[in-house]
């Protein structure tokens, strides 16, 4: 909770990271003597467990006040994933703690084995995470292309299945066939289907080519980039929730309505990104070709289901 502080030094991105890792490194070696001192009788007495308490409780502080001395300028991206990081620690350090609490003292009993590693995995990441602005937008951008593939693919496998996606979970032993009419296709759903994918395949691409661009042009060196780097990964964000949204209305029965509205949120959000590309400092005119290509693609395909679904307003 909260914001970073703006201090009055300047912010020194080698000392903040070095810092950072002393603070996660520190935090792993309290958790590994806090698994230790819990592994076997007999139990630390009162005076030990209060050390132990005092020292995770140190380390946790000492991780959380250097994220404070992360400043807001450096972007909200970075900030997150830093943030982000940090929860991870603590929410494994309270696992850690309820495992120990929950489980009779015999010996090292798995579940306390799995906390423990939780949090050394946890803290490991100090050493790995993006260390500027332009880092953690390409690494935000490329889990948002990861997920938006996968619902393609998963959509490009059901149409491949022919007229019936349900096939292999829906057959009637007895009958010997599909009595519920509603895991079918019909023509006119078969028809919106082709522009509806054509908007997925346009997400795909325009994730693609947003994080060419951001990994070959983006820069984290003013508070303007930073900015626009922000911007563009606020927005690509939307991009797979919407992309999912349009994909389940897609599957029979279909809600013709429902799809149009559903592909003219997830055209809106594309847009979106296409234009915030377009006027950011990752996209110079020689990149400006396949912003209006992809504009121009999803105003085709939301024409197409424009008047396809024109009988169901």
Known sequence: EGEPGEGHEPFEPPRFWDALGQTFKATSQEATKLSLAFSRPPLPSAEDCQKLSEDVQNAIFAVATVYYSLPKGQGTTLRKMVRDAITEVVEGMIQLTETILNTPLQSLCQEQLISTGGVWEACEQASSMPQDNQAAVV????????VVKDALEEMEH???EGQDPYSDIMEDDEL???GNRDTYWSEADRKLLGPCMGLVKASKACLKKVLGVVKTYGKADSSEQIAQLDDLADIANEISPSVDELALSMY?????????LNAAKLASVLKKVLEITKISHVCPSSEEGWVQFLTGAV???MDKIKNFTQGEL
């Open 139 to 146: 690494s935000t951008l490329a889990a948002c292309l990861a």
């Open 158 to 160: 059901a149409l491949a």
């Open 176 to 178: 010997g066939f599909r």
């Open 252 to 260: 029979p029965p279909m809600n013709q309505l429902a799809v149009r």
């Open 299 to 301: 105003d085709h395909n």
